[in-house]
């Protein structure tokens, strides 16, 4: 039987309600203090998840896409110059490539971790190469000792994409651990309402180690202000207001709960369907901890949109991320990108499917999206 809440991708009322006496208590202190701009709250949050993150710098911003425009503005690159990153992603990164008239240069993916091929990166650096931007997709992190190593050897920068993965955790080979977003010269992320850590509305931040990085993102983020009305640059307005930070801090301390509960489905689901030829499961390699912003399979041999429509009419919802890849998207054709050049991108784009994970998934739930999901797998 269907348990008595409606399944979905992620359940925000359910989330509001476990934690409503706090959040409401902190709306309404915004509320009364009239600080809605730059107030104690957003102050308070950044350390807060500086602390967490262990970095000395977080900048909150507007947004995850504004954290992404506001990491390239900061390292002073020219037009034309190129910024490798993957073609199997959310839009964001290389539309903030493409806006600030850098280049996107894609490089394939690995079919089980969904993440850039580290080992097909080389091949694509040339004298205008400047940055690699990879994103930590689904939540897992990376392979990031191969990639910082490559970009030591080449003297690029390291933006990492962690709008999807904050709280993941990666081991070097040293047995030093980091978190998504802090082993590259600048991290950033997103508090959209669904991401791990979620606000109310739009939210971001920057982390970085760099002093002089931090200062200029932040100067970056007020309309390239150093001090008040003194504007050293073209920046942009890019800001988390109280209220979004207040409830962000409320959230924080459960950030690495949430992630757990997301672990224990994922582990479910991987159990569930590990001896199914049907059903490719994601690869998750020892050195890194995955935050399962999405569960990600890839079907084989079976009809994808059937099995959708008929985990619909089960009342299980189910998505495709991400339907198209990157470099075959109409806006970025000007770049003679064609059908082929990443097969591995494309091919996921054909196959994967993305079942319902979130924290406020019950045990019920889980089973019965586990039967559906086998049953349907079975008779189509
Ligand atoms: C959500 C997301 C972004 C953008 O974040 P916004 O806050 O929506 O601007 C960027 N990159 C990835 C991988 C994302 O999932």
Same mark, same amino acid.
């Given at each position: ?23 409401? +208590?902190?709306?309404?202190? #915004?509320?009364?203090? /009239? @600080?809605?701009? &730059? ?5 308070? %949050? =950044? ?82 190469? +400047?940055?690699?931007?990879? #994103?930590?997709?689904? /939540? @897992?992190?990376? &392979? ?5 190593? %490559? =970009? ?229």
């Amino acid at each position: 039987m269907i348990s008595r809440r409606r399944i979905q991708m992620v359940d925000l009322q359910s989330q509001y309600h476990r934690l409503e006496t706090e959040i409401d +208590k902190g709306i309404k202190a #915004v509320l009364c203090s /009239g @600080q809605f701009i &730059n107030g104690e709250p957003v102050k308070q %949050f =950044a350390a807060h998840l500086a602390a967490y993150l262990n970095v000395p710098y977080v900048i909150p911003c507007g947004n995850g896409t504004d954290a992404l425009q506001i990491s390239l503005m900061s390292l002073h690159l020219s037009p034309g110059d190129e910024v490798i990153t993957t073609p199997f992603s959310f839009i964001a990164a290389a539309e903030a490539i493409a806006l600030l008239n850098l280049t996107p240069v894609f490089v394939d993916v690995e079919a089980d971790t969904f993440n850039i091929d580290i080992s097909r990166i080389e091949q694509k650096i040339t004298s205008r190469t +400047k940055v690699l931007l990879p #994103v930590h997709l689904f /939540g @897992q992190c990376c &392979n990031m000792q191969s990639l910082l190593s %490559f =970009a030591g050897t080449y003297h690029l920068h390291v933006i990492e994409d962690a709008c999807q993965s904050l709280g993941a955790r990666y081991r070097m080979s040293s047995g030093e651990e980091y978190h998504a977003g802090t082993m590259g010269n600048i991290g950033c992320t997103s508090f959209f309402p669904s991401k791990n850590l979620g606000c109310y509305g739009d939210g971001g931040a920057i982390f970085t180690r760099d002093t002089l990085l931090a200062d200029t993102a932040k100067s970056i983020a007020s309309h390239g202000q150093s001090t008040r009305y003194r504007h050293d640059r073209i920046g942009m307005n890019s800001r988390l207001d109280s209220l979004q930070a207040t409830i962000l801090d409320i959230k924080l301390p459960y950030l690495d709960i949430f992630n757990e509960r997301r672990r224990k489905i994922a582990t479910a689901y991987n159990e569930a369907f590990a001896h199914n030829e049907h059903l490719l499961l994601p690869n998750m390699p020892e050195d890194r901890s995955h935050v399962f912003h999405q569960y990600t399979l890839r079907l084989q041999g079976k009809n994808r949109e059937a099995c959708i429509q008929a985990l619909n009419e089960a009342g299980i919802p189910a998505m495709i991320y991400y339907p198209v890849p990157l470099h075959l998207q109409k806006v970025f054709a000007n770049y003679g990108y064609r059908q082929g050049d990443f097969p591995v991108a494309e091919q996921l784009c054909q196959t994967v499917l993305s079942l319902p994970i979130c924290p406020e998934l019950d045990n019920q739930q889980l089973d019965y999206i586990t039967d559906i999901f086998l049953k349907i797998i079975k008779k189509i």
